[in-house]
């Protein structure tokens, strides 16, 4: 089987990306006229320019940044762990901010600092914290064990798992259903500020992950192959971990733990890119940010005006969608 | 080229090689065998620089091997493992220009030089023809050559092999070791081949080393080291040598004949 020039999934997922971005803010309960969206960035104030700048862009912004983040991480984490079924979750990330989460809305605190509410700052604290305790146990004499790292990953998930379910069952009605709706995760409850904090980082991430491109080809094969062929596979992983754990874990502080995104993206890029890191991750990254905000648009209309949580979505469209491919594929 | 200083390698307290030393001149074709659990897959890692010795050093070009970085290193060692795991769909020409790695920089893009030196590779290992071939699905035969024509990319000046023959059928086996051959001929590459093969070793080898249960037990010239005598005491078996009736060298066989008694009984 022969593939294509891998640039031109990379261009394809990239114009995909924009047209996402400039026709799925127009989508919503409330139809909008594009040129009184126009007029309004000459200084008209309509109501529909109001409503895309600021209630649709910003989500549509925040799609793109969660889709983008969660497939780069699971790219990068299929590579570190040298497992096609690997996850931004697989090392436990979500379930260590889902559990952080959890609490806080259980002990009922509300300080809001820099924008970031006490849930979403717990959840970051929750998903760094785990992540430090899973490389931590992982580290032997000097190396990381790929196998070790995946058993405490997936062990503490299950711990977590039980935490957050002893949370529950202690907490009252309306903070049950608070927290099923966090767990379900959604891309309604940010506003521009907290994008605009975290958009530096996420961007310097992306930018980090991507340089290691070609040392991940490498790692993603063996660390010894990787070594003999003059990569310092230590640092390396260092690196590629903390910035994809960080990714991670901010964009489960914002929207929650969405699944699926990070497992499928990686795969169906795969098939048009291969796995060279250099094209899988840009287009990966596009793809992702692009597919996350039409999942999420038809989350919001579908049954408009209700919301559905858009991991459900995610998971509705994507499962049947990627089997479709991975069949015909053959 | 590469001199060994008495190293003593343990994996977790558990000892692997004792007092190690032995060295290979340039443009060497050298042979470590032993029997199985004797050490010599971890002495080639050790020449590579993937394992640290706990006492002892390494020379390699006078230096010791803990000043060179991994990029230098991989400049001037190419090591061909036992075993090539690939999880994801690669092509044999993109495991080949990997081994161009120590000579990109960072953003930089493959350079047409490295396209050159990836097919010259390919050439040279006989697998132009299965660059555009998934590397998961080639055989066993022409997966060892793609992942030697990758450390050829990396154009050391020393190849290490680990095992490189024992999935290959006898053509393949004869091919392979003739290609290596051709290298230290022509570009005067420094080798050294980790194998059970002993008749193999014997027909291509100027050198043998051999190891057990990590002492060397015998280091010289083909012909000198490999006697029935010693290869007996060393793999604890019964065996006959013979020459080989065309280019001289010792085979050896399993079994003894002298006395009448027979092989198998």
Redesign the interface.
């Known amino acids: 089987m022969k593939r294509n020039h891998p640039m031109t999934a990379v261009l394809v997922s990239f114009l995909f990306l924009g047209l996402v971005v400039i026709f799925t803010p127009l989508i919503g309960s409330q139809s909008l006229n594009f040129s009184r969206v126009l007029a309004y960035l000459h200084g008209q104030t309509t109501p529909d320019g109001t409503i895309f700048f600021r209630i649709r862009l910003p989500r549509v912004l925040l799609g793109v940044l969660t889709g983008a983040s969660l497939s780069l991480a699971g790219v990068v984490f299929q590579a570190l762990l040298r497992n096609p079924l690997a996850t931004p979750y697989t090392l436990g990330i979500s379930s260590g901010g889902a559990f952080g989460a959890v609490l806080m809305i259980k002990l009922g605190w509300s300080i809001t600092w820099l924008g970031f509410s006490t849930v979403q700052t717990a959840a970051f604290i929750g998903s760094v914290l785990t992540i430090l305790l899973v490389y931590t146990l992982s580290r032997r004499a000097g190396q990381i064990s790929i196998h070790l790292m995946i058993l405490a990953g997936v062990s503490i998930s299950y711990f977590f798992g039980a935490l957050i379910l002893m949370v529950h069952f202690l907490a009252d009605f309306t903070q049950t259903s608070q927290m099923i709706r966090w767990m379900m995760g959604g891309l309604d409850v940010v506003d521009f500020a907290v994008i605009g904090r975290t958009l530096p980082l996420l961007l310097l991430s992306f930018a980090v992950l991507f340089a290691l491109a070609r040392m991940l080809n490498l790692i993603s094969l063996s660390e010894i192959t990787a070594l003999s062929k003059g990569v310092a596979v230590l640092r390396v992983q260092k690196i590629a971990f903390l910035f994809a754990s960080l990714i991670t874990g901010l964009v489960v502080a914002m929207s929650g733990p969405i699944g699926f995104v990070g497992l499928i993206v990686p795969h169906l890029m795969r098939i048009f890119t291969g796995p060279d890191h250099r094209y899988l991750i840009p287009a990966s990254l596009f793809f992702g940010g692009a597919f996350l905000t039409l999942c999420d648009t038809i989350a919001r209309t579908v049954l408009a005006p209700v919301e559905i949580p858009v991991g459900i979505i995610t998971a509705l469209l994507g499962g049947p969608f990627f089997l479709v491919l991975l069949f015909r594929q053959k | 080229m590469i001199s060994v200083q008495k190293i003593d390698f343990a994996y977790?307290g558990w000892p692997v090689l004792r007092e190690v030393s032995f060295s290979v001149a340039r443009g060497e074709f050298l042979a470590v065998i032993g029997p199985n659990g004797a050490g010599k897959s971890t002495l080639l890692?050790l020449l590579?620089?993937?394992l640290q010795p706990q006492k002892g050093y390494i020379l390699l070009k006078e230096r010791p091997l803990p000043d060179y970085?991994?990029?230098?290193?991989?400049?001037l060692?190419?090591?061909v493992?036992q075993e090539?795991?690939?999880?994801?769909?690669?092509?044999a020409r993109?495991v080949v220009l990997?081994?161009r790695?120590?000579y990109?920089r960072?953003?930089g893009g493959t350079t047409a030089e490295d396209y050159r030196v990836a097919q010259e590779a390919m050439q040279i290992t006989d697998c132009g023809h299965l660059s555009?071939r998934?590397f998961t699905r080639l055989s066993g035969g022409e997966k060892q050559r793609v992942v030697l024509a990758?450390?050829l990319a990396?154009q050391p000046e020393m190849l290490l092999l680990d095992e490189p023959t024992t999935a290959l059928d006898l053509k393949h086996q004869v091919h392979f070791y003739r290609i290596l051959q051709k290298l230290r001929r022509e570009r005067q590459l420094t080798i050294v081949v980790v194998t059970h093969d002993v008749n193999l070793a014997a027909l291509f080898a100027e050198r043998v080393v051999i190891l057990k249960q990590g002492k060397v037990v015998a280091d010289g010239p083909v012909a000198e080291v490999l006697t029935r005598k010693r290869l007996e005491s060393v793999y604890e078996t019964p065996l006959t040598l013979v020459r080989h009736p065309l280019s001289g060298t010792p085979v050896v066989l399993p079994g003894r004949s002298p006395n009448g008694k027979e092989v198998g009984a």
């Not at chain 2, 970085?69 to 400049?75: D, F, P």
């Not at chain 2, 090539?84 to 092509?91: E, Y």
């Open positions: 977790n890692k590579d620089g993937i970085s991994r990029r230098q290193l991989a400049r060692i190419g090591y493992p090539f795991p690939v999880a994801f769909h690669f092509t993109e990997m081994g790695f120590p990109q960072l953003l555009e998934f990758s450390a990396q």
